[in-house]
T-cell receptor
Framework: GENVEQHPSTLSVQEGDSAVIKCTYS??????FPWYKQELGKGPQLIID?????GEKKDQRIAVTLNKTAKHFSLHITETQPEDSAVYFC?????????????FGTGTRLLVSP | SAVISQKPSRDICQRGTSLTIQCQVD?????MFWYRQQPGQSLTLIAT?????????ESGFVIDKFPISRPNLTFSTLTVSNMSPEDSSIYLC??????????FGPGTRLTVT
């Protein structure tokens, strides 16, 4: 089965700094790579995603890059703000009997200090 | 995207009892999913609920413990049966919209005493 690892497990930055979280996976069949942000007491929120035929995608302050050969993808957040503080998950997915099955890793806790 | 609501948002239950969690989505969707997230941990898929068919359970989860209903394209329920303290978790439903995107509800925080 899929094995997902995130690094680092905890990341502390100052407001305005950049933050990078890396996700490695094992299943070469994975073809969809989303990032979720989960704030305390809330459900995960889809913030950006990338398909296997694209190497990079950007949406304002956040971007995702994908290296399928090396089986890793990364979340880049620029000009971090305290509101970016949350746990971030990167569940790569592959088709499993008609739906995309997300496989969650342990998450990365991002803390942005003012 | 999709707007998903869950009821109840939280509950405290006694061991041996059952709790039914409701999930409502604001648009018709084919695939709905139920996850469990223990405090400070990752999400684990319990089952997939496709309207008009029996739910499909992941390894380690059984229908007798987590019966699921999916009566229409906007609603599903998950029952946690014969609860024990080990069932204390956050239970989340999600839906698949468009190509691959999954959107999550706010979760139901369950404490079993």
């Amino acid at each position: 089965g899929e094995n997902v690892e995130q690094h680092p497990s905890t990341l502390s930055v100052q407001e305005g700094d950049s933050a990078v979280i890396k996700c490695t996976y094992s299943d070469s069949a994975s073809n969809y790579f989303p990032w979720y942000k989960q704030e305390l007491g809330k459900g995960p929120q889809l913030i950006i995603d990338i398909r296997s035929n694209v190497g990079e995608k950007k949406d304002q302050r956040i971007a995702v890059t994908l290296n399928k050969t090396a089986k890793h993808f990364s979340l880049h957040i620029t000009e971090t703000q305290p509101e970016d503080s949350a746990v971030y998950f990167c569940p790569p997915s592959h088709e499993d009997t008609g739906f995309q099955k997300l496989v969650f890793g342990t998450g990365t806790r991002l803390l942005v200090s003012p | 995207s999709a707007v998903i609501s869950q009821k109840p948002s939280r509950d405290i239950c006694q061991r041996g009892t059952s709790l039914t969690i409701q999930c409502q989505v604001d648009s018709q969707v084919t695939m709905m999913f139920w996850y469990r997230q223990q405090p400070g941990q990752s999400l684990t898929l319990i089952a997939t609920a496709n309207q008009g068919s029996e739910a499909t359970y992941e390894s380690g989860f059984v229908i007798d413990k987590f019966p699921i209903s999916r009566p229409n394209l906007t609603f599903s329920t998950l029952t946690v049966s014969n609860m024990s303290p080990e069932d204390s978790s956050i239970y989340l439903c999600s839906v698949e919209v468009g190509d691959y995107e999954q959107y999550f509800g706010p979760g139901t925080r369950l404490t079993v005493t």
